[in-house]
Structures are given as structure tokens and as C-alpha cells.
Nanobody, 114 residues
Framework: QVQLVESGGGLVQPGGSLRLSCAASGFTFANYGMRWYRQAPGKERELVGR??????TTNYIGGGRFTISRDNAKNTLYLQMNSLKPEDTAVYYC?????????WGQGTQVTVSS
């Protein structure tokens, strides 16, 4: 079955960096666009960005601080986050699908705090 498993979250100080990973299985990863979302406490889930099968990306959040990439040979999606701010604190989720996401991971917590 389709599985998406995020990892790499944790506690980081403001200005720090994290790289999140999303390990995909149960489908042909290279054939699907992918997305990153996040949900902060008390807020709605928001789209961080997405990536096509060919690796073209569209970012909606981060102002250039976030970079989405993928390694189709490893069936893994990445989110590199730099210059993190306290307002980036959220649970980060990956999902499958360029237009309409149909599967989601369980999320990984990112906390930005001194």
C-alpha cells in the first residue's frame, strides 16, 4: 500500500536549518508530483510547495528559505529549510499528487525556539 513517512524534524534555534525527508513506498514515486504542507497549532494546513516528476518546483511559503527536491532513485522527497523562524514551527507533511493530493504522511514536528 502507499506509504509516506516523514522524518528529520526536531527542535532548532532561530536561524538554524533542517532538512526533512519523506520516504515513499507502495507506488512508482517517479511518476508522481509531490507536495509539502505544514500545520501550525491552531491554524489551517497550508501548502509549502510542490515538485513535478521532473523536479520543477513551486514554493508558496518561505520567501526563498525553503527548497524542495527529490531523489527518484531513493524514492525520497526533501524539504531543506534555512534561516528558520519561530513562525515556521509546525507539523510538516508530505503528500502525493501535483494537482490533488491523495495520500499523506503522518507528519514530522518542527519547533523553532531558543
Amino acid at each position: 500500500q502507499v506509504q509516506l513517512v516523514e522524518s528529520g524534524g526536531g527542535l532548532v534555534q532561530p536561524g538554524g536549518s533542517l532538512r526533512l525527508s519523506c520516504a515513499a513506498s507502495g507506488f512508482t514515486f517517479a511518476n508522481y508530483g509531490m507536495r509539502w504542507y505544514r500545520q501550525a497549532p491552531g491554524k489551517e494546513r497550508e501548502l509549502v510547495g510542490r515538485i513535478t516528476t521532473a523536479g520543477s518546483t513551486t514554493n508558496y511559503i518561505g520567501g526563498g528559505r525553503f527548497t524542495i527536491s527529490r531523489d527518484n532513485a531513493k524514492n525520497t522527497l526533501y524539504l531543506q529549510m534555512n534561516s528558520l523562524k519561530p513562525e515556521d514551527t509546525a507539523v510538516y507533511y508530505c503528500s502525493r499528487g501535483w494537482v490533488n493530493p491523495d495520500y499523506w504522511g503522518q507528519g514530522t514536528q518542527v519547533t523553532v525556539s531558543s
